[in-house]
C-alpha cells in the first residue's frame, strides 16, 4: 500500500509546485474518494476525487445546492454571501435557470465559430506586437491578452480596459496576503464592479452591437437583469472567461515543451490533431481546481454517508486521472480519444457558459504560436500564481 502523503488541498503552497497535488490525488482516488477534510476557522469538508462521484453532485443540483453557502472556500461571511448569491454560479435552478436565459444568447454553439474571425485578428495582433523581440512574459504578453481583448470586443469596451480587467482577476484569485491584502482584493473586486456599472450605462445611454448591450436589454417574462446583477455577471465573465484561456494557454505551452514529442507529433498534423490536443491540455492540467456544494438532505456518496448541511468540494484535476475512466490517466497524448474530462464542469446546471468560445481561443491561439514561433521554448523558470483555486501561472519567460 502507498504510504499516506500529508493531504492538505485547501493551502496554496500544496499548488504551488506543479499546480495540483497529484500525488495527493491518487492517494484518494485509491483510499479515500470520499475523504473528510478538516478546514481551519471552517467547518471542513468531503474532498471528491473520482470522477463518477464530480459527475453525480454535478448532476444533481436540489440535493447538492450551489446557492446554501456558495461554491468557493471557505463559506463567505453574510455579506459575502449575499454578493456571491447575485452571481449565476452561486445559483440553483429555478433562479438560475432565469438567469440564464436571459445571459446566454452571446454564448451558444452555434455564436462561437462566428467569434473566430475577431479572436484569429487578435491573436495576430497580439503576436505581431512581440514577434520581433525574441522574447517576452508569454502569460503577460501573450496568453493574458486574448481573452481580456476579446472580453473587451464583445462587451464593446476598448481594449486597454479589458487589460487592467486582467490585472484586477490576477489580484482576486492570489491568496498570498503579502502579495494581496484583503483590502487590497476588496478593491480590486470595488474597480471591476464600478467599471461594470458605467459601462451599463454607457450601454442603456449608447446602445452598440455588443454582448453589454445585449444583457443590460435582455428581457424575459419582463425580467430584466438589475444593476448588481449585471455588475456581478460581469464580474464572473472576466475572472472566468480569463481565467481558463490564460492558465490553460500557458499549461499547454509548458506541456509541449516537456513533451516534446507530444510536440512533434501535434506538428506533424496541426489540422488533425489541433482539436484534441487542446482537449488533452484541458484534461491534463484543469485549470479551475475545485467548486463546493452543500448537501441539503441525508444522501450517500461513492458509499459515504453525508448528511445534511455538510460541504461537498469537487476536485476537477483528480477526477481527470481518474484510471478507472482514462487509459493512461498520468500520460499527455494529444491525440486522445475519447476525451470526457471535467475541466468544464462535469454537466448539470453548471457547465461552463463560455466552454465553446474558450476552444475555439484555445486552438486559434496555439495554431499561431506553432506556426509563426515553430523554434519557441522556455526562457527561465515559471512562476505560478499563489492560489488553490485557479492552477495558474503568473509568469512564463520564452524564446522564440
Known sequence: MTPKPVINLISPET????????????????NAPVYWHDEPN?????????????RTISRLPKVFSSYETSVMLPDPDPMGLYAQRLMMLNMDPPQHDRFKLLVSRGFTPKNAPLLRPKIEELARDIVDAVLAKGECDFVSEIAGRLPSGLIAELMGMPRADGERLYDLTEIMHTNDDAIAPPEI???AVGEMLGYAQSVADLKRQNPGDDLATILVNAEIDGDHLTDEEFQWFFLLLVNAGGDTTRNLLAAGLQLLFDHPDQ???????????????????????????????????DTV?????????????????????????FENADTFDVARHPNP?????????????????????????????????????????????HSSFIAGVHRMPIKY
Not at 303 to 320: D, P
Not at 365 to 384: Q, S, Y
Request: aromatic letters at 10%.
Open 341 to 385: 474530462h471535467v475541466a468544464f464542469g462535469a454537466g448539470g446546471p453548471h457547465l461552463c457558459l463560455g466552454m465553446h468560445v474558450a476552444r475555439v481561443e484555445l486552438a486559434v491561439m496555439f495554431r499561431e504560436l506553432l506556426t509563426r514561433m515553430p523554434h519557441i521554448e522556455a526562457g527561465g523558470p515559471i512562476e505560478r500564481m
Open 15 to 30: 499548488f504551488a509546485a506543479t499546480g495540483h497535488p497529484w500525488e495527493q490525488y491518487a492517494w484518494l482516488r485509491k
Open 263 to 297: 510536440r512533434t507529433k501535434l506538428i506533424g498534423d496541426l489540422d488533425g490533431l489541433l482539436g484534441s490536443a487542446v482537449e488533452e491540455m484541458l484534461r491534463y492540467c484543469s485549470p479551475v481546481t475545485h467548486f463546493k456544494r452543500t448537501a441539503m438532505q
Open 185 to 187: 482584493k476588496m478593491n
Open 42 to 54: 471552517g467547518p471542513g469538508f468531503w474532498a471528491i476525487t473520482k470522477y463518477e462521484d464530480v
Open 301 to 325: 456518496v461513492g458509499g459515504q454517508s453525508i448528511k445534511a448541511g455538510e460541504r461537498v468540494v469537487m476536485f476537477y484535476g483528480s477526477a481527470n486521472r481518474d484510471e478507472d475512466i
